[in-house]
T-cell receptor, first 114, second 113 residues
Framework: AQSVAQPEDQVNVAEGNPLTVKCTYSVSGNPYLFWYVQYPNRGLQFLLKYITGDNLVKGSYGFEAEFNKSQTSFHLKKPSALVSDSALYFCARLGSGGYQKVTFGTGTKLQVIP | DGGITQSPKYLFRKEGQNVTLSCEQNLNHDAMYWYRQDPGQGLRLIYYSQIVNDFQKGDIAEGYSVSREKKESFPLTVTSAQKNPTAFYLC????????????FGPGTRLTVL
């Protein structure tokens, strides 16, 4: 099955330090990958996506992600974390077939410590 | 402003009752989706619709029903057959199917008493 995995339930980082939220994907089909963010008690917001082309994808709020085919990863990064970045982050993958369903990871809670 | 609205924000239901969650969008999107969010499980797809008067079951459709009579509206009914309905429900929409990113509503938190 085409899926994504987020190996860390929670990531803690000090304000101003670089942050990384990890995502790996299963090897089958074309990996169309997304990152979404969810602030407390709210819906998800789209951050960025990889469909094809440049392996480094830039998105909203200063976030970027690097598609790494050899490591089957799509880690989310930001050079300098803000307290306001504290939220729940979801990696997602587009499946294949007649209807291309999006499968979400289990989420990683990012806590930025002042 | 364009966006997706869900109502109510909080909903309480007694066991054995059906309840309908509202989802409306004014983004002119063709595709709409319902997800269920439980702690530690990510989002799971309940139903989706790619066009008016057509919808398909997702991964966890049992105990739920939907309708898509208008492009703007995609209500979800949680029936008494759903054995564990307490959860956070999210509605989403996208242009031309899931190749494009999805836009999410603020969610409805359903609690069964």
């Amino acid at each position: 099955a085409q899926s994504v995995a987020q190996p860390e339930d929670q990531v803690n980082v000090a304000e101003g330090n670089p942050l990384t939220v990890k995502c790996t994907y299963s090897v089958s089909g074309n990996p169309y990958l997304f990152w979404y963010v969810q602030y407390p008690n709210r819906g998800l917001q789209f951050l960025l996506k990889y469909i094809t082309g440049d392996n480094l994808v830039k998105g909203s709020y200063g976030f970027e992600a690097e598609f790494n085919k050899s490591q089957t990863s799509f880690h989310l990064k930001k050079p300098s974390a803000l307290v306001s970045d504290s939220a729940l982050y979801f990696c997602a993958r587009l499946g294949s077939g007649g209807y291309q369903k999006v499968t979400f990871g289990t989420g990683t809670k990012l806590q930025v410590i002042p | 402003d364009g966006g997706i609205t869900q109502s109510p924000k909080y909903l309480f239901r007694k066991e054995g009752q059906n309840v309908t969650l509202s989802c409306e969008q004014n983004l002119n999107h063709d595709a709409m989706y319902w997800y269920r969010q439980d702690p530690g499980q990510g989002l799971r797809l309940i139903y989706y619709s790619q066009i008016v008067n057509d919808f398909q079951k997702g991964d966890i459709a049992e105990g739920y029903s939907v309708s898509r009579e208008k492009k703007e509206s995609f209500p979800l009914t949680v029936t008494s057959a759903q054995k564990n309905p307490t959860a956070f429900y999210l509605c989403a929409s996208s242009r031309d199917g899931p190749y494009n990113e999805q836009f999410f509503g603020p969610g409805t938190r359903l609690t069964v008493l």
